[in-house]
């Protein structure tokens, strides 16, 4: 089997492209919220979403193993704080939520993935 060349950008990192995935579609599901949630549920899901993979970036450029584990603690963190808003949007029927909960579920397993990684690599 093929090795993987190493990422030369966030950007190249199955990871993060997956989380910005979500954040789209976190934008898409909070635009059809009621006009009240602009500044409430709206403005703290997109800011949530937004900081998985803004982490996942930030952590990509440091140097080593500590300082990167610790910008993908603070995404999954993240991760976790979206988990909860889109099941309060969910009770609150703000929409259909269910699509957006399987996305996040992948973004986590990766991104629990990429943080073992990073721990176990000899750098």
């Given at each position: 089997m093929p090795?993987?060349?190493?990422?030369?950008?966030?950007?190249d990192l199955?990871?993060?492209?997956?989380?910005?995935g979500?954040?789209l579609?976190?934008?898409?599901?909070t635009?059809?919220?009621?006009?009240?949630?602009?500044?409430?549920l709206?403005?703290?899901?997109?800011?949530?979403?937004?900081?998985?993979p803004?982490?996942?970036?930030?952590?990509?450029g440091?140097?080593?193993k500590?300082?990167k584990?610790?910008?993908?603690?603070?995404?999954k963190?993240?991760?976790e704080?979206?988990?909860y808003?889109l099941i309060?949007?969910?009770?609150l029927g703000?929409?259909d939520?269910?699509?957006?909960t399987?996305?996040?579920?992948e973004?986590?397993?990766?991104?629990?993935a990429?943080?073992?990684?990073?721990l176990?690599s000899?750098f």
């Amino acid at each position: 089997m093929p090795q993987a060349r190493p990422a030369r950008t966030f950007e190249d990192l199955l990871v993060w492209q997956k989380a910005h995935g979500f954040v789209l579609s976190a934008y898409t599901l909070t635009a059809t919220f009621p006009k009240h949630e602009i500044y409430a549920l709206s403005s703290q899901m997109r800011r949530a979403a937004v900081s998985i993979p803004a982490n996942i970036a930030e952590g990509f450029g440091r140097r080593g193993k500590p300082d990167k584990a610790r910008f993908m603690s603070i995404a999954k963190g993240s991760l976790e704080e979206c988990r909860y808003y889109l099941i309060l949007a969910r009770d609150l029927g703000y929409g259909d939520t269910a699509g957006l909960t399987i996305s996040l579920d992948e973004v986590s397993r990766l991104l629990n993935a990429y943080a073992n990684a990073i721990l176990a690599s000899a750098f």
